[in-house]
């Protein structure tokens, strides 16, 4: 039988060591302080939920990786042990759920914001007691606190861990986009239900007939899950939970989940770790025990509404402290990236919607090794590689996370800094899947996106992508009518345009980082200026006379404007 259950992709080898290290542990007291530890940092370095299932001899049967916010049980144990990462030890109704199923005769949460842990577990009359010990309690007792085994109600082995999806869009191309979503999340699309908004309903986002009509049409499907292709209050997430009995996630949750996956870099994970914290803020303000959810698998957790308070300061405090941290990294990365601009090393920024080829592209262009596939996000951190152009002049290139459309406001915010960063470059490289039905609607959330960072001033060429795909060339001419900037067809894939694309690059940063020749005349209360030439510039002769500074030297052109007024 399985050990390790759940999805462990994009796990780093050295935790999935520490995992498969577990496997011989003995449990002689309920929790070993080294175990509570091991599992706490292994569970928020992946920023994901772990359950581990344990015998009545203290032996480790399984263990089940989740994502942020639940975890799976793949079979029924003695007592259950998961953790809760950015959230408290209490215990949330749904893990409460896996006693009255029968599924287990204990249960334990670890969270990162407490000191007190609740066990909760199947007492003598069969009802159930959930019992508060500290650290050091649970070290010294004995497995032998939960009782005899076997008062369990009944056996269920193996059960189906898929999460079987019934989606719901508002439009075509919003449920293409969500399947693809949940297809990358490791979710199986059961149908989807395109539901026309007239308006939004307050309490439920769509009518009181419609989340019937859904509820229906997900028992008939044999769904366990509802996805929206919207992000819904926390109060209409409870209300369509409640009517409907199944697992509700919105498109936010969906889009988090995938990126706390997916991040790989110390940064990427601080930037998806602080877009979760914010998320979750609001949805703790008086929700008590409602965040826990119905359904299978251990869930949601639910702060109690006295800890609240209390817990929203924790937060808040890890909100600070992530922000600090990310600042730093972000500091240490900006000298880098002056020490290039003092180099000269024109900087090329990939963008564009998630999935058109950025990666593949990054691949060819500059024999990176970069993971590139028919997921949406498959890139979250930044790469950079250096990139000769065929007038022999080096470049260097970065791929960025893809974009789509309303991506959660959080995680904009937490990106940004980085998104910014790299897309203030000498040219940024919009790539484009030409094949999708939807490109131009592509085209116009990438400028949004760029013109909201204040980034619209740098130049910019549009790849058209996969154009092997294309065999209308109708829709290509769609395409390329009234396009705002200058444009190239290339396939990544079949490498065809590459050529024109290089030399089209190199035209470009050419013309746009040509050196300027200049003789200045600062007048001394002017003198600063000088630092900029030597920035982006250098000084060939520098003369001080009575009324001020002769310079003779070169500057980028963007900044020769700015000096014009001082030129000889
Ligand atoms: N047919 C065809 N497929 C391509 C081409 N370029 C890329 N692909 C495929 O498109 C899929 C997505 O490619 P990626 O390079 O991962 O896309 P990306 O833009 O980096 O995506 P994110 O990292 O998610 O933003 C992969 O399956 C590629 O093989 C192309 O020119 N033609
Ligand atoms: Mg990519």
């Known amino acids: 039988m399985k050990f390790i259950y759940g999805n462990t992709d994009g796990i780093r080898k050295h935790l999935l060591d520490k995992l498969s290290q577990i496997r011989g542990y003995q449990f002689d007291k309920l929790l ?38 639940q975890v799976p049980v793949p079979r029924n144990s003695y007592l259950i042990i998961h953790t809760h990462p950015q959230a408290t030890s209490e215990l949330s109704e749904l893990d409460l759920s896996l006693i009255h199923s029968g599924q287990t005769q204990a249960i334990m949460a670890i969270g990162s914001f407490s000191d007190t842990i609740q066990i909760a577990k199947i007492d ?55 399947e693809e ?23 439920l986002f769509v009518g009181k007939g419609k989340i019937v009509e859904i509820k229906n049409k997900s028992q008939v499907l044999q769904a366990n899950l509802l996805v929206f292709d919207h992000e819904l209050s926390p109060v209409q997430l409870r209300n369509i939970e409640e009517i409907t009995g199944q697992k509700v996630v919105d498109r936010t949750t969906l889009i988090l989940d995938i990126f706390a996956q997916r991040a790989q870099s110390r940064e990427g994970k601080l930037q998806v770790e602080l877009a979760q914290l914010k998320h979750l803020l609001p949805r703790l303000t008086g929700q008590g025990n409602n965040l826990s959810r119905l359904g299978g698998g251990v869930g949601t957790r639910g702060p109690g509404e006295t800890k609240l308070e209390q817990d929203r300061r924790k937060i808040k405090k890890k909100i600070v402290l992530l922000t600090q941290e990310l600042a730093e990294i972000q500091k240490h990365r900006q000298n880098q990236h ?26 060819l262009l500059a024999n990176a090794n970069v993971l590139a596939e028919d997921k949406l996000f498959a890139t979250l951190d930044t790469t950079t590689r250096r990139l000769q152009l065929p007038s022999g002049r080096w470049a260097v290139l970065t791929d960025t996370v893809g974009f789509i459309r309303n991506l959660p406001p959080g995680l904009i915010a937490a990106f940004r800094a980085t998104l910014e960063e790299h897309l203030r470059s000498d040219l940024i490289l919009h790539v484009v899947d030409a094949s999708n039905p939807f490109a131009r609607q592509h085209i116009k959330v990438v400028e949004a996106i760029i013109k909201d960072l204040n980034l619209e001033t740098i130049k910019q060429l549009i790849v058209f992508n996969k154009i092997d795909l294309l065999n209308d060339l109708d829709r290509l001419n769609i395409l390329l009518h009234d396009l705002p900037s200058d444009y190239v067809c290339i396939s990544a894939l079949k490498k065809t345009g590459i050529d024109e694309l290089l030399i089209k690059i190199d035209t470009i940063l050419n013309t746009e980082n040509v050196y300027k020749d200049t003789l200045w005349f600062f007048p001394y209360n002017q ?24 310079i003779k030297g070169r500057v980028e052109n963007r900044y020769s404007a700015q000096l014009e007024i001082y030129e000889k």
């Open 124 to 178: 003598d009359s069969h009802g159930l007691t959930v019992e508060k010990y500290t650290l050091q309690d649970l070290a010294q007792k004995s497995l032998d606190i939960i009782g005899v085994e076997g008062s369990r109600k009944n056996k269920i082995e193996d059960i189906d861990l898929t999460e079987k999806a019934l989606l719901i869009a508002f439009d075509e191309e919003g449920a293409l986009e969500l």
């Open 32 to 69: 070993p302080y080294e175990m509570y530890q091991q599992l706490l940092s292994i569970s928020e370095q992946l920023n994901r939920e772990i359950a581990i299932g344990i015998n009545k001899k203290g032996k480790v049967e399984f263990i089940s990786i989740g994502n942020s916010q």
């Open 338 to 363: 002056k020490q290039r601009a003092t180099n000269n090393i024109p900087h090329i920024c990939l963008t564009g919607y998630t999935n058109a080829g950025k990666s593949t592209l990054l691949n």
């Open 181 to 203: 979503l949940c297809k990358t999340a490791g979710i199986q699309v059961l149908d989807c239900e395109i539901i026309k908004l007239r308006k939004i309903h307050t309490g």
């Open 527 to 550: 003198a600063s200026l000088i630092s900029l030439i030597r920035k982006h510039g250098h000084i060939v002769e520098e003369k001080y006379t009575d009324s001020g500074i002769l």
